[in-house]
């Protein structure tokens, strides 16, 4: 497997669990307000970290961590996923995996061999705008169709989630974004926030007013909407 990067610690990433997170690279997409931007357009570049060594990092610290987050990255690129992740199972953790959705057969494959507990699966936008979005013009929306409707009739803990920014996200591709994912278990929007590593560093957030304004029109749809990254 080969690894990015490691948090050994967060109280963030794995919802209600003490965790740490396991980086993957490589990705699929080329969203241009993505934050990993190394990971995602250049993974070689990246240090690269031994596996037996989180392992054993994971092996000491059984009962102080509580769960494991495999992201990237998108992770379900990784052919060697499975086998890892089932290093992780065998020292009892769950395992939260982030995915762009767009390999609907590893997904589900992974949940059928009880590799995962939790899925946060991005929704990059209204599907009519998931093209500009992801900055791959000729992308196949039924991919992440059949991934938003797996989840949802799945036994799976799992979250859809959105990185708002002004330029790709208004009003109406929210009301789109509810209609699709209507009666889903949560919704999570993510305020958008500049960094050094993003690949195209020309977006700008909306402001927490605003995010709770887009909040408030979703709950018509979703009953559990909430707002991340905002101060």
């Excluded at 060594?53 to 009962?63: P, W």
Aim: proline share 4%; hydrophobic share 35%; glycine share 8%.
């Amino acid at each position: 497997m080969r690894i990015h990067g490691f948090n050994k610690l967060t109280l963030l990433d794995y919802p209600g669990k003490v965790g740490c997170t396991v980086f993957l690279g490589g990705c699929n997409f080329r969203c241009p307000f993505c934050h990993n931007a190394g990971l995602v357009i250049s993974p070689e570049k990246e240090p690269l970290l031994d596996e037996e060594e989180i392992l054993s990092v994971l092996k000491k610290r059984q009962g102080i961590l509580e769960g494991v987050c495999i992201t990237g990255g998108e992770p379900t690129l990784s052919d060697d996923l499975g086998e890892f992740l089932g290093k992780i199972k065998q020292l009892d953790y769950p395992v939260k995996l982030d995915t762009n959705g767009y390999k609907p057969w590893i997904l589900k494959e992974l949940a059928q061999e009880k590799l995962i507990d939790y899925v946060a699966m991005d929704i990059k936008n209204s599907r009519q705008k998931y093209a500009v979005t992801t900055g791959i013009p000729e992308i196949d929306i039924t991919r992440i169709e059949e991934s938003v409707s797996y989840l949802m009739e799945s036994p799976l803990e799992y979250e859809f989630r959105t990185t708002v920014t002004r330029e790709l996200h208004q009003t109406s591709d929210f009301i789109a974004i509810g209609e699709w994912l209507k009666g889903c278990s949560r919704y999570y929007l993510q305020a958008y926030r500049e960094t050094e590593n993003v690949i195209s560093p020309v977006f700008s957030g909306y402001d927490g007013a605003q995010l709770h304004q887009f909040a408030d029109l979703l709950r018509e749809w979703i009953s559990t909407v909430e707002i991340r990254g905002t101060d």
